[in-house]
């Protein structure tokens, strides 16, 4: 796996330092195509200056999953010294392991190269509250570098409303929202493309298109052909088996796709372990430790069944 270090890490795994700033792509070989999770979690000491916006960035994690990883941590002042957990452990979404997965509770796009064996992962800014992000398959329709902005109607409205108007065309630059690159959808309007913001990865941002940090779509970009599948969940709750035991990883659920409240988080989370019969009965599961995972929402994989053959 790569990370891009920074201080110096806590932790168990194996780290190889990618050189040049910006290089966030977190890459994990996959050994057969079971595998379920990957990566592993670290920590880092917090300097005067450090934010979470600034840890992310420099790590490859979005804002909320820096925040939900760190309960009661103070996103904008973490103090010097502080030990702050970097996320960095991922159960793979429950979708085709082919082209590009964008789960969107958890902020993140993962990519299946063609040629196999592994899986990258950065974060991304997702549709915000009234311009959700669709769910569904796609591809990748179109590609292009350096592209202009044509911002629809009702964006340039809702910025005429604000009195921030918008021209018809925005060209290439520092002032073009969608950054270096972007890359089209084959649903009409949905877009994966870089930022001229500094905030907002890993966060609910945009009218609904897929918004990454420039140096993460400049990696990505090269990589991804026009034909490419797409394939956007919504997953608040992944199960996943490493080393004999069932893991369970828990996001926010996003409310306007139909998760309003605590009881119907309990709901969901029992369908789901209904829904893998087949996986959880080999397992006596651990009722205490999920629902206070399903309670604290910090998106970190933790064991919650052993074999019954072994107790």
Known sequence: MRYLPRKRWFGVGVLS????????????????????????LHAVEA???????????????????????????????????????????FILPDAPRSGIVINLPEYRLYHYPADGGRVST????IGREGWSSPIGQTRVARKEANPSWYPPQSIREEHAAAGD?????????????????????????????GTNKLFGIGMRVSHGCF??????????FPQVAIGTEV?????????????GKLYLEVHTPLDEHGFPSALDKQKAIQELLQAHGELTSEYRL????????????EGIPAVIGEPYRLL
């Open 17 to 40: 330092a990618c050189l040049g700033s910006g290089a966030h792509a977190a890459e994990f070989p996959l050994a057969s195509p079971e595998q379920q999770l990957v990566g592993s």
């Open 47 to 89: 300097v005067y200056e450090d934010t979470f916006a600034d840890l992310g960035e420099t790590y490859g994690f979005g804002f909320l999953e820096m925040q939900a990883a760190n309960p009661g941590v103070d996103a904008w002042l973490p103090g010097e010294g502080t030990s702050i957990r970097l996320p960095g452990q």
């Open 122 to 125: 950065w974060p991304v800014g």
């Open 165 to 193: 108007p918008l021209p018809a065309v925005v060209p290439p630059g520092p002032d073009n929202p969608m950054g270096p690159f972007k890359m089209n959808l084959s649903m009409s309007g949905y877009v994966i493309h």
């Open 211 to 220: 918004r990454m940090n420039n140096a993460d779509v400049t990696e990505l």
């Open 231 to 243: 394939t956007i969940v919504n997953q608040p709750y992944k199960l996943g088996v490493q080393g």
């Open 286 to 297: 651990d009722w205490q430790k999920i629902r206070d995972m399903v309670f604290a929402e």
